[in-house]
C-alpha cells in the first residue's frame, strides 16, 4: 500500500477545510463583533483515526506515518473600534461579552453591539434578540424620555433615571466558546463565564471583525501553491505505480 498517496489525499482534504474557513472570514469580514476563524495545520499518527478524503469521514487503516489535519480555532483577540455617533451603538473596550436572550431564553454573549429599539422599547440587536442586564432583565426605553446614556461602566440612563446596569462577562476558557450567528457565542461547557466588574463600554462605538482581508487573500495563495504541490505528487507518485505494475507483468 503507498501511504504516501493516503498523505497526499489527506494533505488535499486538510487544504480544502482551511480554504472553506479563509472564505468565510473573508465573506464575514464587514460583521460587526466577528471573530476570525484561525487554521493550525497538524498530523494525526498513522494507525489512528484520520480523515478520509474521498467520504469526508473518519477512518483507521493502521498505515504508519504522519497524516496531515486541519485544526480550527476562533481568534478572539478584539476587533478596532470605530466611531458611529449613533446613541444606541456600544461597544467594549475592554475584556467581555455583552449578554442576549435568545428566542429560547438561553442567554449568548457578543462583542456586536449595533442595538435598536423593538415595538415594546426594548434594546435588541440585529436579530432582535434583547440586551440584558446585570439583574437578567432587558434593558426597556421609556417613551418621550430623551436619548438614553451609557456610562462607561454599562449603567443605562434615560432623562436622568437608571433604567439598569448592562451584563458583561467574559470566559475563563473561550476555547469552550461555541458560535451561533453574527458575532454571537453560546458558553459551552467548560466555558466559566465570569463577569467583568470594571467594563469599560463605549456608547457610539462599534467594534469591527478582526479580520484582516489582506492576509486571508494571502493564505488563499499559500493554499493553492500547496494544493498543486499535492496534486502533483499524487499524479507523480501514480505514475511510478503504474511503471512498477507494468514491469511486473
Do not use: C
Not at 486541519?70 to 455617533?85: D, K, L, S, V, Y
Not at 494571502?218 to 501514480?238: C, F, G, M, P
Amino acid at each position: 500500500m503507498n501511504v504516501g498517496l493516503y498523505q497526499n489525499a489527506a494533505s488535499l482534504s486538510a487544504l480544502e477545510q482551511w480554504q472553506d474557513i479563509v472564505t468565510k472570514n473573508i465573506t464575514s469580514s464587514q460583521i460587526n463583533g466577528y471573530k476570525r476563524r484561525a487554521v493550525q495545520m497538524g498530523g494525526v499518527a498513522g494507525g489512528q483515526t484520520f480523515p478520509d478524503p474521498s467520504t469526508s469521514i473518519s477512518r483507521s487503516e493502521g498505515l504508519q506515518g504522519m497524516f496531515p489535519e486541519a485544526r480550527t480555532a476562533i481568534a478572539f483577540q478584539a476587533g478596532e473600534n470605530h466611531p458611529t455617533r449613533r446613541e444606541l451603538d456600544l461597544a467594549l473596550s475592554g475584556p467581555g461579552f455583552f449578554h442576549v436572550q435568545t428566542p429560547e431564553g438561553d442567554i449568548a454573549y457578543t462583542r456586536a453591539g449595533q442595538f435598536s429599539i423593538n415595538p415594546d422599547r426594548l434594546l435588541v440587536n440585529s436579530m432582535g434578540w434583547e440586551l440584558m442586564s446585570t439583574d437578567g432583565d432587558a434593558i426597556q426605553l421609556q417613551p418621550q424620555a430623551g436619548a438614553p446614556v451609557v456610562d462607561a461602566d454599562g449603567t443605562v440612563k434615560q432623562g436622568g433615571e437608571i433604567l439598569g446596569k448592562l451584563a458583561v462577562s467574559e470566559p475563563t476558557q473561550p476555547a469552550a466558546m461555541i458560535p451561533l450567528v453574527a458575532g454571537v457565542f453560546a458558553a459551552g461547557p467548560g466555558a466559566g463565564m465570569q463577569e467583568v466588574e470594571e467594563p469599560d463600554v463605549l456608547q457610539g462605538y462599534l467594534e469591527s471583525s478582526n479580520v484582516k482581508p489582506l492576509r486571508e487573500m494571502i493564505d488563499l495563495v499559500s493554499i493553492s501553491r500547496a494544493y498543486e504541490a499535492n496534486h502533483k505528487l499524487i499524479q507523480t507518485r501514480d505514475q511510478l505505480l503504474g511503471r512498477t505494475l507494468e514491469s511486473l507483468t
